[in-house]
């Protein structure tokens, strides 16, 4: 009987994507989810869309903006849900089973995305449509269809039916290199562990990350009196940082800066073969090389513009990078350590000069950082900023346990403005780093109602402990506020059109209002309002926030150059053209050479672990933006500092024409209108302590 039951009961399971959500605000219903849901959603939303499509091509009507681009952005309700919801936990909380999806799941969705994007019949209408822009009156619509023209011409619209296949299977071995790269790094992170056991060793560390370490000994069975430390970065920074242990610091950090270099799960190959399977789809679409195709359809516009901005900054931040070696070493010769500074000793020394020239312990002020403390924060300031509040939705689905929900309204009327979600402490089943998406967008009706999206948070931060809760580091407390800067920037969209909504940006200006936010972190105004003691409640003291000032700029030279770097390493990637495999480390080395790589730090990012580049190509021959956009930032953060950091009318001008807008207007011609002038790069340079070398005009009338 219990069989028969069982059996019944499978035959009642109702697939959750296929029918639009009943849940509170269409929140994904997560609990009615299950493995085998995933490929006949998609493959039922495959054939929606292909349905959808067929109606537009074959209307016989003139194409127009109204029966043709309206009807495709409203199109694949289906592939949109179970593709947001997949995307989303294939990163956050996978598993065996959503491995062995994803194998079948990425390849199919992008073959499908290929056939859209080369469909002469959808082309031939947009074509007509871009042909006869000028009966097109709204701005933002006539970005719309500039921009679908575009991304089919990029896409291989214009090309043979050969070379259109030549394309598809290109595209569909870059999925599946993208996703053998990405399960070797999420492996490779996982499989390594530095274990120590004798506490003599773990001199210097605080409590927290002692605590976190024994924690996860006692996850892998090993017991008391022994700490497990891996290379998820709340535990490899603090040991990097604080541990007198120097062989301990070594192993750690040549830990991390080998991961995925060798063995199992080694990522070199899989490069090569990106590499060449990127060089040669940017011959077929026309280009030198695939770093000319990425950078053209954003605000950079080819390479050598990138470049230029990077020498800028890299140039400075090397030149602060001689002078900080100088200061540790001349400390660590002071206290006879007898060594030369190290790649492994750089962290440490910093702190330790900090602690020196400023007498600011960092284990001293995270205890003012927890991570509630800082949610508030972040709540704090966008209600302030732009009159909105966070409510927590409890009974709401979640993915995961320690997910939290919040209705997000508007202050004043109530109304429902979004929703968000928060997902902050790292596991195994998650990737590292700290990121902001979408279960849901958002877009006008036709009835000219706004539908709201639903956008999510994810961080790797430090978790609480048996005897205190998860107290942030100063990075983490940036971290936490600059992707709460990108939800903002989903959560306040106003654009009509979904294709537009939220961060549909380009890519070098989707970090501006993530990056912008970070500056209220460690504004007195806005700490004294959430930065206090876990344990008494006390206000952050004005004596601490003094010497957060003074120290603001501290260790800046290593934090650029590192950034500056990576981004440089990722520009040079992109102009390869390779017939074979090349030495990738040997590539990687060459360029740290040619730039004048100090010998006492590496790139950010090493190439087997450089997802932004290798892991998709979202930000392939694009990692320049972070510091593209900082000069936006940094140079719009000028004005709010001018005018007060929580200023109505600035705030009313940024939420306007940059978090509600979208990517429905020219990016520079819509930070004009919240800035009043263009920005130049020395608003960087200032805010990192760093002298400019001259002034870079960052106009529209130069081409960006």
Not at 363 to 391: H, K, Q, W
Not at 563 to 585: C, E, H, R, Y
């Amino acid at each position: 009987m219990l069989g028969a039951t069982l059996s019944f009961a499978d035959t009642m399971h109702k697939n959750p994507f296929l029918e639009p959500y009943s849940t509170p605000y269409e929140i994904p219903p997560f609990e009615s989810i299950e493995y085998g849901d995933y490929l006949p959603a998609l493959r039922a939303g495959i054939e929606q869309k292909q349905q959808q499509i067929n109606a537009i091509t074959s209307n016989p009507e003139e194409a127009t903006f109204e029966n043709t681009i309206m009807p495709l952005e409203r199109s694949g309700e289906i592939l949109d849900r179970v593709a947001a919801v997949f995307f989303a936990l294939d990163e956050s909380n996978s598993s065996p089973e959503m491995v062995a999806i994803a194998e079948e799941f990425y390849p199919v969705y992008s073959q499908f995305s290929d056939e859209v994007s080369m469909n002469d019949a959808l082309f031939a209408r947009i074509r007509h449509i871009h042909d006869n822009i000028g009966n097109i009156r709204r701005p933002d619509r006539r970005k719309a269809v500039e921009d679908y023209y575009k991304q089919f011409v990029r896409n291989g619209a214009l090309l043979s039916p050969a070379a259109k296949d030549s394309l598809k299977a290109l595209n569909t071995k870059l999925t599946e290199l993208f996703l053998t790269f990405n399960k070797n790094l999420l492996n490779a992170t996982n499989e390594f562990a530095v274990v120590v056991d004798n506490a003599d060793e773990l001199a210097g560390l605080p409590a927290g990350s002692i605590g976190v370490a024994a924690e996860e000994a006692v996850s892998r069975g090993l017991g008391e009196n022994h700490w497990v430390f891996t290379l998820h970065a709340p535990r490899r920074l603090p040991l990097l940082q604080y541990a007198d242990n120097r062989d301990l610091r070594r192993k750690i950090y040549q830990g991390y800066t080998s991961l995925a270099s060798s063995g199992q799960y080694n990522n070199l190959p899989v490069i090569n073969r990106i590499l060449q399977a990127r060089a040669r789809k940017a011959a077929l679409l026309g280009y030198d090389s695939f770093g000319a195709y990425m950078t053209e359809n954003v605000m950079a516009k080819n390479v050598p513009a990138a470049e230029e901005l990077l020498m800028k900054i890299w140039r400075p931040a090397v030149a602060r990078v001689g002078q900080e070696v100088a200061e540790m070493q001349a400390l660590a010769d002071s206290e006879g350590a007898d060594i030369t500074i190290e790649p492994w000793d750089y962290y440490y020394y910093a702190e330790k000069v900090r602690r020196k020239k400023y007498n600011l312990d960092e284990n001293e002020v995270r205890a003012y950082f927890a991570v509630d403390s800082v949610r508030n924060g972040i709540f704090n300031m966008a209600e302030r900023l732009y009159g909105i509040r966070f409510t927590e939705m409890p009974d709401a689905p979640k993915y995961y346990p320690e997910v939290t929900v919040y209705d997000v309204t508007d202050a004043n009327s109530g109304e429902h403005i979004a929703v968000f979600m928060t997902d902050y402490f790292p596991r195994p089943s998650k990737r590292q780093g700290a990121w902001m998406s979408e279960f849901k967008g958002s877009w006008q009706n036709p009835d000219g109602s706004s539908s709201r999206p639903i956008i999510y948070n994810v961080g790797n931060f430090t978790r609480p402990t048996a005897d205190a809760p998860a107290l942030l580091t100063l990075d983490e407390v940036e971290t936490m506020f600059h992707e709460f800067g990108h939800g903002l920037h989903g959560m306040l969209s106003r654009a009509p059109l979904k294709s537009q909504a939220g961060t549909n940006v380009d890519r070098d200006f989707v970090e501006l209002p993530s990056q912008i936010h970070e500056h209220w972190a460690l504004e007195p105004e806005l700490l004294r309002t959430y930065a206090r003691h876990y344990q008494t409640g006390e206000v952050i003291p004005d004596e601490l926030i003094a010497k957060l000032e003074a120290s603001a700029t501290h260790n800046q030279g290593f934090t650029t150059a590192e950034l500056a770097g990576a981004a440089l390493l990722d520009l040079q990637f992109g102009k390869l053209n390779p017939d074979g495999d090349i030495d990738v480390a040997a590539f990687q080395d060459s360029v740290a050479t040619a730039l004048g790589m100090p010998a006492q730090l590496t790139f950010r990012y090493r190439a087997p672990y450089f997802k932004h580049v290798f892991g998709s190509d979202g930000y392939a021959s694009g990692y320049y933006t972070y510091l593209w956009a900082e000069v936006l930032d940094t140079d719009g953060f000028e004005l709010f500092k001018e005018k007060g950091i929580f200023d109505p009318e600035t705030a009313r001008k940024f939420r306007e024409y940059v978090l509600e807008k979208g990517g429905s207007d020219d990016p520079m011609k819509l930070y004009i209108q919240f800035r009043g002038q263009a920005p130049t790069v020395d608003a960087l340079l200032r805010n990192r302590g760093l002298e400019p070398e001259q002034q870079m005009d960052l106009s529209p009338r130069t081409g960006l």
